[in-house]
């Protein structure tokens, strides 16, 4: 199975400011394809997951474009340009690129100062 | 407008079973492979088993293999999980996911305990 690490665990965050989660993947995350399948979800307190970003650095219809998401091989980054208060939870990144299974990092709980 | 409906979820004995079920509507049901994944109470997402369009393939996490079976029926637009022999650490918030974990239901309680 790939194990995927994320840094730091938790991230308390300045309104406005810039925040960054760190995603390494065990192997390579190229597909033999050519794509590379990794996503970012994010997960507000109280909801279900939601989709930010798949194949690295793609984002999701409605997501603000204040997220973005970048890397290559077995590291990747999302990163927030400026923090709002909505932005609150937990993020967590995920492999589909050698399933089954796929798996999540261990999640980043990204709280206010 | 898309919609994930997961029903099912209760309190159940050690060894028991379940069999949990998933509504969709606001896509093409049939032309998606689906997933379950869950969240132990507190705890990160755990994949746990996955299904083509068709329902020709399925997958499964280690942890469940042997114990957990995923179906579906097309011409309900549902998709299914049945769990047999259920154990204390299946006790989860289990969420119905499709379109490449695009999609995403609100999610079932499962509670497995004496």
């Known amino acids: 199975d790939v194990v995927m690490t994320q840094s730091p665990l938790s991230l308390p965050v300045t309104l406005g400011q810039p925040a960054s989660i760190s995603c390494r993947s065990g192997?390579?995350?190229?597909?033999?394809?050519?794509?590379?399948?990794l996503s970012w979800f994010q997960q507000r307190p109280g909801q279900s997951p939601r989709r930010l970003i798949y194949?690295?650095?793609n984002r999701d219809s409605g997501v603000p474009d204040r997220f973005s998401g970048s890397g290559s091989g077995t590291d990747f980054t999302l990163k927030i340009s400026r923090v709002e208060a909505e932005d609150v939870g937990v993020y967590y990144c995920m492999q589909g690129s050698h399933w089954p299974p796929k798996t999540f990092g261990q999640g980043t709980k990204v709280d206010l100062k | 407008e898309v919609q994930l409906l997961e029903s099912g979820g209760d309190l159940v004995q050690p060894g028991g079973s379940l069999r949990l079920s998933c509504a969709a509507s606001?896509?093409?049901?049939?032309?998606?492979?689906m997933s379950w994944v869950r969240q132990a109470p507190g705890k990160g997402l755990e994949w746990v088993s996955a299904?083509?369009?068709?329902?020709?393939?399925?997958y499964y996490a280690d942890s469940v293999k042997g114990r957990f079976t995923i179906s579906r029926d097309n011409s309900k637009n549902r998709l299914y999980l049945q769990m047999n022999s259920l154990r204390a650490e299946d006790t989860a918030v289990y969420y119905c996911?499709?379109?490449?974990?695009?999609?995403w239901g609100q999610g079932t309680l499962v509670t497995v305990s004496s």
């Open positions: 192997q390579s995350l190229l597909h033999s394809d050519g794509n590379t399948y």
């Open positions: 299904i083509t369009s068709s329902g020709e393939s399925t």
């Open positions: 606001g896509f093409t049901f049939s032309n998606n492979a």
């Open positions: 996911a499709g379109g490449a974990e695009y999609w």
């Open positions: 194949k690295v650095s």
